[in-house]
Structure formats: C-alpha cells, structure tokens
C-alpha cells in the first residue's frame, strides 16, 4: 500500500500505479548522491535538474530526478 509513503498525501485519489511511480520518484530526488568533483555522498537537489555538493559548494546540472 502506497498510502503511508510520500504518495500518502493524496490518500485514495489518481490511483495506486500512479501514487507508486509518484512515490518512488520523490524518493529518487530527495536522496543524496555521490559528487563527481570531491566523490563523497553529499549531492543534494536543489531544484529540477540543478544538484549542488554540500561538500564542495559545486553546483552542476544533471537529470531531474538524478544527477547523472
């Protein structure tokens, strides 16, 4: 059941295919990655397709959910 993760806020509405792909690609974009300048996992999405190192201060463009 989707409903207790971040798809939850839309309780029984759009359907359960659509609130699993909703969850999951939030769950992509709020995660941290790896930076490709210092290599440590602090890469952090700013807004879409724009992710910054909180390592490093590097910000660099990627794709809107993950970074490469």
Do not use: H
Request: aromatic letters at 14%; proline letters at 3%; a positive charge.
């Amino acid at each position: 059941m989707v409903k207790s993760g971040t798809a939850g806020r839309f309780g029984v509405r759009y359907g359960r295919r659509i609130r699993e792909k909703v969850a999951e690609l939030e769950k992509k974009s709020r995660s941290l990655y790896k930076c490709p300048y210092c290599n440590k996992i602090r890469v952090k999405r700013v807004f879409s397709g724009v992710w910054k190192c909180k390592s490093c201060n590097t910000e660099f463009t990627g794709k809107a959910y993950t970074p490469y």
